[in-house]
T-cell receptor, first 111, second 114 residues
Framework: GNSVTQMEGPVTLSEEAFLTINCTYT??????LFWYVQYPGEGLQLLLKATKADDKGSNKGFEATYRKETTSFHLEKGSVQVSDSAVYFCAPGDSNYKLTFGKGTLLTVNP | DGGITQSPKYLFRKEGQNVTLSCEQNLNHDAMYWYRQDPGQGLRLIYY???????QKGDIAEGYSVSREKKESFPLTVTSAQKNPTAFYLCASSIELGRHVGYTFGSGTRLTVV
């Protein structure tokens, strides 16, 4: 079956630092790839998506590029804010026509 | 505004009791899902439903049951057979079942056994 490996957290950064959260996956074919964000005590929200190779998804300053050759979808942001503190989930589509969620990466941004 | 409503937000259950978690959506989505979230374990799929009157077991269905009598509603019952029910439960929906389809999540129900 499909699987997804996310960078283990927690990740702690200072405000305005550069963020990278690594995500690699195994999949057959060409699934769509998603990043979700979960703020404390809430459900998950879609952050960005990419549907085909070399697509770049972006939202709120976050970006991720669909790299088919390395089966990766790393999340990046150039300058994080305290309000970005949350748990981030990588989620590729799987061969069973559902999304597979990574274990999540906790990000804490200090002022 | 369209969305998913989960209720209650907090739920306390005594040992040996069954409890039902509510999930309602007004997005006109066909597919619905229930996940369990434990610290450090990410999301684990309990049950999912592709369409009304149909549902399938996920990875950890033992001790849980669901129904899908209406398109808008997908309640989850945590039975007394579930040995460790304390967790955060998330309901989600998507326009259809598929590997290219994003999910919309509710705000979750935190269940605690007392």
């Amino acid at each position: 079956g499909n699987s997804v490996t996310q960078m283990e957290g927690p990740v702690t950064l200072s405000e305005e630092a550069f963020l990278t959260i690594n995500c690699t996956y195994t999949a057959t074919g060409y699934p769509s790839l998603f990043w979700y964000v979960q703020y404390p005590g809430e459900g998950l929200q879609l952050l960005l998506k990419a549907t085909k190779a070399d697509d770049k998804g972006s939202n709120k300053g976050f970006e991720a590029t669909y790299r088919k050759e390395t089966t990766s979808f790393h999340l990046e942001k150039g300058s994080v804010q305290v309000s970005d503190s949350a748990v981030y989930f990588c989620a590729p589509g799987d061969s069973n026509y559902k999304l597979t969620f990574g274990k999540g990466t906790l990000l804490t941004v200090n002022p | 505004d369209g969305g998913i409503t989960q209720s209650p937000k907090y739920l306390f259950r005594k040992e040996g009791q069954n409890v039902t978690l509510s999930c309602e959506q007004n997005l006109n989505h066909d597919a619905m899902y229930w996940y369990r979230q434990d610290p450090g374990q990410g999301l684990r799929l309990i049950y999912y439903s592709q369409i009304v009157n149909d549902f399938q077991k996920g990875d950890i269905a033992e001790g849980y049951s669901v129904s899908r009598e209406k398109k808008e509603s997908f309640p989850l019952t945590v039975t007394s057979a579930q040995k460790n029910p304390t967790a955060f439960y998330l309901c989600a929906s998507s326009i259809e079942l598929g590997r290219h389809v994003g999910y919309t999540f509710g705000s979750g129900t935190r269940l605690t056994v007392v």
